[in-house]
């Protein structure tokens, strides 16, 4: 597992780039329908974001695997993500029908709780503490984090992703071919 986690962090790094030291600019704030969630007639059409405890509480109902979308609002490649990969029919009904997906600030300041351990933004890495540990200290955005049904890491997955290669990622776990084949296995086969 931990060979298909490096391989498929390493494809994912040659492939695309993602933003780092880049400064904030006004016109990359993130739109509010990706801060929370929020019911549309259009469900089929658009991705369903929660907050990770939305998340959480649904997976108690019906387990799923979860797709964190880590982002910072001055993130031009997360801007890409979000008016490209995210908006793909494909993407949209692959990420529908097998996760929760989530929306993360990396920067964001309100506690987050889960599974009682409170999470809270920290000055020292001007980062929040969940996106630390999600990222595993690798502060890379975008970057897309996967969970499986018990909220136990799959893979981090770090740089900007078109809509074919994050449709083949998404299969790849939410079919469950992570746990047949590695990725490299995968991407051959289809």
Known sequence: MKYNVAILSILALS???GCTGN???AETAVPAQFTAFHPSPEKANKIQWLTIEQAAARMEKEPRKIVIDVYT???GWCKKMDKETFTDPKVVELVNKHFYAVKLNAEGKDPITLRGQTFKYKDEYRSHELAVALLQGQMSFPTTVYLDEKM??????PGYLDAKTFSKILSYFGENHHQAMNFQEYEKKN
């Open 15 to 17: 492939l695309f780039g």
């Open 73 to 75: 609002d001055w993130c």
């Open 152 to 157: 136990n890491m799959l893979a981090p997955v």
């Open 23 to 25: 400064t904030p600019t």
